[in-house]
């Protein structure tokens, strides 16, 4: 179980930064105080050796008290399908890299004991009155800080999305229906022509219940990655099946009963097409199923596929002809970064000063938080 945790946790620490110590890391104790950098790609594939001597563990007599283990209760078939999706989330976030092979994914993934319930801390852990106890996301809103909720507001291209398409995860979401460009929540210009300028509008807020389960790893996020291995091979059928899946397990997180969105009827139906059309729209669901839970991997995801797609609309040059005519669902530039990055969206944090100050071996600061990492290489911003 440590082992399983470790993989995961080092695969999004390499995944958002990239390069970084990893060989030397955490050995301190052995003398190593300036660990030397590692290439993601390096690191990658130790990962993956790691996943597979994890895998060959034997396990038989194995036991952990349920009260000790806080995702699984003590079932080590639980963390067998973990530690399986793990490696499926290793293979497929290289996709776009020559070391992806479909066939070689598609034979895993129809082998392979895979999730069937998220790796969560249940949201009945929490104690939502008591300061230091509660959710992470709620201890920002209602702890002693008691900002979030004034800085975490809807953005306008997501909120619109839901909003225009019926979502019945929209009220599950958010407080409110009015959504900001990102970065542009202050303009003293009036955006939508309503008589309240930008700084003063009330803009909807992010909801996070005192009772809201930590997820680790969803089984909405792994339905989706096995669709796209079966879109990938135009194996339809089941590409839809695991689609459907996925979207069902998102809307039973939220407690929504009602599957009529994927209905023939409903905007999140399944659409087929080409291949790219039916990663797009694997993709723009795993976006919204992630929101609020998994906001990290909406941004590896993003990163990796480059849907949503980035809008070109220059707001700031005419802000109401921007707010009357922007694609919900698309991605639009913030109006403070345009110019930093050439329109292009942030791919990666700049290393921490912690690092940078501390380590001899530490490599010069990225240019800017442009830089991609190994693996981010499809054309898109």
Do not use: C
């Amino acid at each position: 179980m440590a082992e399983a945790l470790t993989i995961f946790t080092w695969q999004i620490i390499t995944d958002v930064w990239g390069d970084m110590p990893y060989f030397e890391a955490l050995k301190a104790d052995e003398g190593v105080l300036h660990p030397l950098q590692d290439s993601g790609e390096d690191i990658y594939a130790d990962l993956m050796s790691r996943v597979d001597a994890l895998l060959a563990t034997d396990l038989s007599s194995s036991y952990v008290d349920a009260s000790s283990d806080f995702i699984y209760e003590g079932d080590m078939d639980a963390w067998v399908r973990f530690v399986n999706s793990l490696k499926l989330k290793l293979m497929i976030r290289l996709s776009e890299t020559p070391q992806y092979n479909n066939t070689e994914v598609l034979s895993f993934i129809n082998s392979a004991d895979l999730l069937t319930s998220s790796a969560k801390i249940s949201g009945t852990t929490w104690t939502d009155d008591q300061e230091g106890k509660r959710h992470p996301m709620r201890e920002f809103q209602a702890g002693g800080a008691n900002y979030f909720s004034t800085n975490v507001i809807a953005a306008k291209n997501f909120i619109d999305y839901l909003s225009e398409n019926d979502d019945p995860r929209l009220g599950k979401l958010f407080s409110g229906t009015k959504g900001a460009f990102f970065g542009d929540f202050d303009s003293k210009e009036d955006s939508d022509e309503n008589g309240t300028t930008d700084d003063k509008e009330s803009y909807a807020t992010v909801r996070f219940p005192g009772n809201m389960d930590l997820m680790l790893m969803s089984d909405w996020e792994i339905d989706f990655y096995i669709a796209e291995v079966y879109a990938r091979a135009s194996q339809d059928v089941l590409a839809k099946d695991y689609y459907e899946r996925g979207v069902l397990a998102s809307l039973e997180q939220h407690g929504i009963t009602s599957d009529d969105i994927i209905g023939s009827t409903g905007y999140a139906a399944w659409q087929g097409g080409g291949t790219e059309a039916k990663i797009k729209q694997i993709a723009m669901q795993k976006w919204v199923a992630n929101a609020n839970y998994q906001h990290i991997e909406s941004f590896l995801e993003r990163n990796r596929t480059k849907y949503p797609s980035v809008n070109e609309i220059n707001i700031a040059a005419d802000r109401v002809a921007a707010y009357a005519n922007f694609p919900a669902g698309e991605l639009t530039i913030s109006v403070k970064g345009r110019g930093l990055l050439s329109g292009n969206l942030p791919a990666s944090p700049l290393y921490p000063d912690s690092y940078m100050f501390r380590n001899s071996n530490a490599p010069s600061q990225k240019a800017n938080v442009g830089e991609k990492v190994w693996w981010n290489v499809k054309t898109g911003k």
